[in-house]
T-cell receptor, first 113, second 109 residues
Framework: DAGVIQSPRHEVTEMGQEVTLRCKPI?????LFWYRQTMMRGLELLIY????????DSGMPEDRFSAKMPNASFSTLKIQPSEPRDSAVYFC???????????FGDGTRLSIL | DQQVKQNSPSLSVQEGRISILNCDYT??????FLWYKKYPAEGPTFLIS?????DKNEDGRFTVFLNKSAKHLSLHIVPSQPGDSAVYFC????????FGTGTRLTIIP
């Protein structure tokens, strides 16, 4: 079975550009999560969706970040405009909800120059 | 304010011996705890979990212990194998997952 699929795996872009990260959750999972991993802050939750509805976006660092989930099989995390401090690995995860474990994609390594 | 702490950034263990990874938390509202394992360039992979109503859960070579009064949990791996070399994250569920900063485990052949 396919796991969580993220694209692109790597993204290098210049400061000020728009960046869009994509995620396809595991089929049948109704919860989707976006995380950011940095050396300083570790793995931190940015936002999560339940049944395509954003439930908690308190981890989104600022208005430059936005996330959407137009349907059960696709989500995007957008940064506009991007800044060097946004450089990190971004993970998407999905689960069946409740206490069911989250399954992670392999991440997108983002570098903003 | 780190609610989940893994105070050992790294740990080296001889192959065949027991590996013990520790995790402390501060929020008594956490009701479910999980351990994840992460290899380089991959996402974290779920390993084992424990509910706050239990004090032990075992799955093969992996056992998680929970001490609620001390707000402490540990992961025991026995016997340790070279393929266990990875970064291990503990996570606590209080409505959403809060992760520790990870412990890099190296198994020495």
């Amino acid at each position: 079975d396919a796991g969580v699929i993220q694209s692109p795996r790597h993204e290098v872009t210049e400061m000020g550009q728009e960046v869009t990260l994509r995620c396809k959750p595991i089929s049948g999972h109704n919860s989707l999560f976006w995380y950011r991993q940095t050396m300083m802050r570790g793995l931190e939750l940015l936002i999560y969706f339940n049944n395509n509805v954003p439930i908690d976006d308190s981890g989104m660092p600022e208005d430059r970040f936005s996330a959407k989930m137009p349907n059960a099989s696709f989500s995007t995390l957008k940064i506009q405009p991007s800044e060097p401090r946004d450089s990190a690995v971004y993970f998407c995860a999905s689960s069946l909800g409740g206490t069911q474990p989250q399954h992670f994609g392999d991440g997108t390594r983002l570098s903003i120059l | 304010d780190q609610q989940v702490k893994q105070n050992s950034p790294s740990l080296s263990v001889q192959e065949g011996r027991i590996s013990i990874l520790n995790c402390d938390y501060t929020n008594s509202m956490f009701d479910y705890f999980l351990w994840y394992k992460k290899y380089p360039a991959e996402g974290p992979t779920f390993l084992i979990s424990i509910s706050s109503i239990k004090d032990k859960n075992e799955d093969g070579r992996f056992t998680v212990f929970l001490n609620k009064s001390a707000k402490h949990l540990s992961l025991h791996i026995v016997p340790s194998q070279p393929g266990d070399s990875a970064v291990y994250f503990c996570a606590a569920n209080g409505g959403k997952l809060t992760f520790g900063t990870g412990t890099r485990l190296t198994i020495i052949p």
